[in-house]
């Protein structure tokens, strides 16, 4: 017998039953403490490796500026946000003028922290000097860069780096907003974190994040993978070399991002409990079968000058759009601004809501 099957069929009954099941669920279902803790702790090592030495967590093929500039940009743009950074800013800076005192806000796990210190120098530019942003990281060595950069940037009293596993956290300040960029999909502990963070909101606060939604791991669900497939089959050999696992892949290796670290641990959980537990007053949802050919591990071999490499891009964008509008394909990234009370006019672009954006298993 499935019981994971089984424990779906009943949480869908109402919503009352649906809480007690998960709850029985995860008490039925969880592996004994000291596995979960032997595993865990093999994870947090694995991961510590991994980004020891990354100083630019976010560096991206120019394919990848060529497929955000001309789709993406305009996504953004349609709401007024110039860019990720500018989209932080902005909602920060709308958060602080709510507050009623010197604004606090907190990043999840912050990484190099080079994102929080350029939000920090924009809140400054736009005229806010009294205000903290601390930086909630596990990784001392990324700690350490990100101290570096806001010294260097004359910001050390305002941006505060806070050595801390988001997985464990317990807010002990209320913030004017909580931003988490590209952070969530690395947190086994979703449910605790999300309740932390509803938690430590000042009542017009807001949690602002820019994540990957997708299948855990960053697999491909069956019906992308498809499609996936049959582009590969145009590449040229040369294309298809996977730069970070440093191997040819004639065909698409459909690889699990999470088998030793946390990448997208629990990505495909992200949104149905953000769903649950936020209202969404901004929803940009993109990006599902065109993912492969334009990130880190792919998307160097490609050439943004060239027409056949654009024109690629363009017919993948295309296939992933009307997916999206058919309900096919589901996205597999976000940004998404939320508050703990209900949002009397949310923001959708192009009409896709985030429970309309839930790919379920099965």
Not at 294 to 310: K, L, P
Request: glycine content about 6%.
């Amino acid at each position: 017998m499935d019981l994971r099957r089984v424990f779906l069929s009943l949480e869908s009954r109402s919503p009352a039953f649906g809480r007690m099941v998960r709850s029985a669920r995860r008490r039925l279902m969880s592996p004994p403490a000291s596995v979960v803790d032997e595993a865990y702790e093999s994870r947090v090592a694995s991961e510590l490796e991994r980004f020891k030495d990354d100083v630019d967590v976010h560096a991206l093929p120019e394919i990848f500026h060529y497929w955000s500039n001309r789709y993406l940009l305009p996504m953004f743009e349609e709401f007024g946000i110039k860019g990720i950074d500018d989209f932080y800013i902005r909602y920060l800076f709308e958060a602080a003028e709510r507050s009623h005192k010197p604004p606090r806000f907190i990043s999840i796990g912050s990484g190099n922290g080079d994102l929080e210190v350029r939000v920090a120098d924009g809140l400054r530019k736009r005229g806010l000097t009294e205000f903290t942003l601390e930086c909630l990281e596990l990784n001392p060595h990324m700690i350490a860069r990100g101290q570096s950069d806001a010294a260097a940037a004359g910001l050390s009293q305002q941006v505060k780096f806070v050595a801390g596993d988001f997985n464990r956290w317990q807010p002990k300040e209320r913030y004017a907003a909580v931003m988490a960029n590209h952070s969530l999909h690395h947190v086994v502990n979703l449910e605790g974190l999300f309740d932390a963070i509803a938690a430590s909101l000042e009542p017009e606060g807001v949690f602002v994040t820019s994540d990957m939604i997708g299948r855990n791991g960053h697999q491909r669900w069956p019906e992308a993978l498809a499609e996936v497939q049959r582009f590969w089959a145009e590449l040229p050999a040369g294309h298809r070399y996977n730069r970070l696992l440093s191997r040819d892949e004639p065909s698409y290796i459909n690889h699990d991002c999470s088998d030793a670290g946390f990448e997208g641990i629990r990505a495909q959980d992200i949104l149905p409990l953000l769903v649950e537990r936020f209202s969404f007053e901004l929803f940009i949802g993109f990006a599902n079968v065109i993912a492969p050919f334009v990130d880190r591990c792919f998307g160097h071999n490609f050439d943004a000058a060239s027409e056949r490499d654009r024109d690629l891009i363009d017919r993948i964008h295309r296939l992933d759009e009307e997916g999206f509008q058919s309900g096919r394909l589901k996205p597999t990234q976000m940004i998404a601004v939320m508050r703990r009370s209900p949002v009397a006019n949310p923001r959708y672009s192009r009409g896709l809501s985030p429970a309309a954006s839930i790919r379920r298993p099965g």
